[in-house]
C-alpha cells in the first residue's frame, strides 16, 4: 500500500525559502510519476511541480518556475520540492501526489495516491 508522508512546512517572510520533503513508501516507484500540488482557502487544488521518478525530469507551473526546484531521492525514497523568493501567493496546504500513469500528469484527478499535506504559510 503506498503511503506518503509530507514534512518541511511552515511560516516564512516573503523572500524567504522552505524545504518540503514527501516521504514514499509502500512499493517501487520505477515507472511512477510524483508530484507536488497545492490548495489555497477557497481555491481548487492547483499543480505545482512533477517528476519522472526513473529519470528525475521536472516540469514546473509556470508561477514557480525559477523559484521551485522538484527532484526525487531515489535511495532515501523521498520526492524534495525546494521553495525559494517565497511570495504570499504561495501561501496554501502543499500535498505530494503520485501515480503509475508515464506521462506528466497536472490534473489532480490523475493521481491515485494523496499524502495529509502541509501548512505553508508566507507573511508579506
Known amino acids: 500500500q503506498v503511503q506518503l508522508v509530507e514534512s518541511g512546512g511552515g511560516l516564512v517572510q516573503a523572500g524567504g525559502s522552505l524545504r518540503l520533503s514527501c516521504a514514499a513508501s509502500g512499493r517501487t516507484f520505477d515507472g511512477f510519476t510524483m508530484a507536488w500540488f497545492r490548495q489555497a482557502p477557497g481555491k481548487e487544488r492547483e499543480f505545482v511541480a512533477i517528476?519522472?521518478?526513473?529519470?528525475?525530469?521536472?516540469s514546473y507551473a509556470d508561477s514557480v518556475t525559477g523559484r521551485f526546484t522538484i527532484s526525487r531521492d531515489s535511495a532515501k525514497n523521498t520526492v524534495p520540492l525546494q521553495m525559494n523568493m517565497l511570495k504570499p501567493e504561495d501561501t496554501a496546504v502543499y500535498y505530494c501526489?503520485?501515480?503509475?500513469?508515464?506521462?506528466?500528469?497536472?490534473?489532480?484527478?490523475?493521481?491515485?495516491?494523496w499524502g495529509q499535506g502541509t501548512q505553508v504559510t508566507v507573511s508579506s
Open positions: 517528476v519522472r521518478w526513473s529519470s528525475g525530469t521536472p
Open positions: 501526489a503520485a501515480t503509475s500513469r508515464g506521462y506528466f500528469p497536472k490534473q489532480a484527478r490523475e493521481y491515485d495516491y
